[in-house]
C-alpha cells in the first residue's frame, strides 16, 4: 500500500502542475501577444516618415510616441492581474449592462409631458443659437474661407459640437454614476464597475440621433454619404473608450471630493473653446498647433469633419491616431487601477 501512495504523490503533483500551467498560458498568452504589439507599432513609428513633414516635429513625435509605449507597456506587465479584472467584469456582466443602460435612459426623462424629446432639444437649440451668433452675426464663415475651408459654416460647426455633446454628456454622467446608485455600490454581490459604462451607452442613445441629424444636415448642403462616412464609427468608438477611460477615474475620486463635479464643469466650459469646435485650427502658428493636439479631443472633433465632408482616412493621419490610442489606453490603465484601489472604501463613505 505503501509503495502505492509513492507512485500516485508524483502523477498528482504532475496534474497540479499541468493545470498550473494551463491557468498561467492565458495570461503569458496575452502578454506576449500585446508586447509583440507594442514592438511592431515602435517599429512603425520609427519606420514611418511623412517627407512634407517638419523634422525636428516628426523626431519629437517619434520620441514621444515611443515613450508612451514603453509607459504603457510597464504599465501593463506590473500590473497585469489589476488590469484585466475590469475587462473581464464587464465582458461578463454584458447583458446586464444593456439593459441597466436602455433602463437608465429611459427613466431619466420619466414623469415629464415630453419625455426623451428633452434630450436633443437642448443640444439643438445650443447649435441654432451658436450658428445665428458666429455665422449670422460675427460672419465666422469668411474666416474659414480664408483658412482654406469652403463648407458651410453650419455643417463645419454640427460636425464639431456632435462629438463634444457626447463628451460633455458621457463625462457628467459617467462621473456621478456611483453617487446616483449608492444603494447598488453598497451591495456586496454587485458589480459596480459596470455603473460608469452604464452612463456612457445611455449618452450613446442620444449621441446616435445626432449623428442622424449631422447626416442630415450635410446632405441638405450636398455632401451625400460616401465610403469614409463608416469612419463615423471608429471615431464614436474612440469618443466611448476615452471618455469611459476618464470616468472611471472621476467617478472613483468624487466619491471622496465632491468639489471634482463643479471642477469638471468649468473644465469641460474651459475644454470647448480649446477645442477646434468654433473655430479653426489652421489660424494657429505652427509652434502652436502641437500644444493644442495634445487634446485627445481635437482628433475626434477633425475625425468627425474628414469622415463627413473632408474624405480623409483616419490612418492618413497617422502620428495623431498613434497618439491617441497610447494616451487611450494607458488613462484606461490608469483608471482602473484607481478604481479598483478605491473601489474597497466606496460603501463606507456613501
Known amino acids: 500500500m505503501e509503495s502505492k501512495k509513492r507512485k500516485n504523490k508524483p502523477k ?149 459640437l456632435v462629438p463634444w455633446f457626447y463628451f460633455t454628456e458621457a463625462l457628467t454622467n459617467g462621473t456621478t454614476a456611483l453617487l446616483e446608485y449608492n444603494y447598488l455600490v453598497k451591495k456586496v454581490v454587485f458589480k459596480i464597475s459596470i455603473l460608469p459604462i452604464i452612463k456612457v451607452i445611455a449618452a450613446t442613445f442620444i449621441h446616435i440621433f445626432f449623428v442622424c441629424v449631422l447626416f442630415a444636415i450635410a446632405v441638405a448642403y450636398g455632401y451625400y454619404p460616401s465610403i469614409y462616412t463608416l469612419q463615423i464609427l471608429y471615431y464614436s468608438f474612440c469618443e466611448f473608450v476615452l471618455v469611459l477611460a476618464i470616468s472611471y477615474v472621476t467617478c472613483a475620486v468624487v466619491v471622496f471630493f465632491k468639489d471634482l463635479q463643479q471642477i469638471i464643469g468649468i473644465a469641460l466650459q474651459i475644454g470647448m473653446w480649446a477645442t477646434p469646435i468654433l473655430w479653426d485650427i489652421s489660424v494657429l502658428s505652427d509652434g502652436m498647433k502641437p500644444f493644442f493636439k495634445l487634446n485627445p479631443m481635437v482628433y475626434i472633433v477633425n475625425g468627425y469633419r474628414s469622415a463627413i465632408y473632408e474624405q480623409e482616412w483616419f490612418f492618413e493621419h497617422f502620428y495623431s491616431s498613434t497618439y491617441f490610442w497610447i494616451f487611450t489606453v494607458t488613462l484606461f490603465c490608469i483608471g482602473s487601477l484607481i478604481f479598483k484601489r478605491l473601489k474597497v472604501h466606496f460603501a463606507d463613505v456613501l
Not at 517638419?54 to 508612451?68: F, G, H, R, S, Y
Open 12 to 160: 498528482g503533483n504532475r496534474i497540479k502542475k499541468r493545470k498550473r500551467k494551463n491557468r498561467n498560458t492565458p495570461k503569458s498568452m496575452v502578454m506576449a501577444a500585446f508586447y509583440g504589439m507594442a514592438a511592431i507599432l515602435v517599429a512603425v513609428v520609427l519606420l514611418h516618415h511623412n517627407p512634407l513633414a517638419d523634422q525636428v516635429t516628426e523626431v519629437m513625435k517619434k520620441v514621444m510616441a515611443c515613450l508612451l509605449i514603453a509607459f504603457t507597456s510597464v504599465i501593463f506587465g506590473i500590473f497585469y492581474d489589476r488590469l484585466m479584472v475590469l475587462p473581464k467584469e464587464l465582458y461578463q456582466s454584458r447583458r446586464l449592462i444593456w439593459k441597466l443602460a436602455k433602463n437608465d435612459f429611459k427613466k431619466r426623462y420619466a414623469g415629464s409631458y415630453l419625455g426623451m424629446v428633452w434630450a436633443f432639444v437642448q443640444p439643438v437649440v445650443t447649435v441654432v443659437m451658436y450658428w445665428i451668433v458666429f455665422d449670422r452675426v460675427f460672419n465666422t464663415r469668411s474666416q474659414l474661407v480664408a483658412g482654406g475651408i469652403e463648407v458651410p459654416y453650419v455643417l463645419y460647426l454640427t460636425a464639431g
